[in-house]
């Protein structure tokens, strides 16, 4: 989170994955915890969590089948409490294909929500695309282009105020980490 003060992540075991949160306290971090099953939905895959710069929204992508078929993106608000999450919600259908979506990343200067996906007009493989618009439900996307996709799999874009990284396999079909300048997170995504 941006205060430093809790971390999400996923992690796999039995062919299953699951989205976790760590807290910080007295400088020291819990041991994870899953998330509720609002999140974490019995049986099905959920991974890629992205936590919103204010804490009240969790980005993840799920195979769930309430979903529109491989992995979509999906959203659950904060409740009351601190690790309370509400029922999550799909995307829709603009953003989520019969393909693969994964790897949200939620820009709250921009409002915009970046993504990978196999099932939007692209490069080829995993392409990095942004949606964008007054609701996720109905918004626009666009694909980000070279130099940020390619004919290989690009995934796992974020950015902060100067910096940004993704990944990508296009360089002997192995997954390394790319960095570029960022010089106003909202300008770079909007042009």
Known sequence: TRDGLQFYFSSCKNKLCRN??????????????????????????????????????LFFSSDRSS???????????????SDQWLPAINLGATINTPEEEITPFFSSHSGMLIFSSTGHVGYGGFDIFAASGVSFFEPSIY?????????????YFTISDSIGFMTSNRRENNHDIFSFSVPDEELFLVT
């Open 67 to 81: 979903g529109f078929g491989g992995s979509d993106l999906w959203m659950s608000l904060r409740g009351d409490s």
């Open 143 to 155: 694909n980000l282009g070279v130099p940020y996709n390619s004919p290989s799999d690009d995934l």
């Open 20 to 57: 976790y949160e760590k807290y910080k306290t007295d400088g020291d971090w819990t041991k994870p915890k899953v998330l509720n099953d609002y999140v974490n939905e019995l049986n099905s895959n959920s991974k890629h969590p992205n936590i919103s710069s204010q804490g009240d929204t």
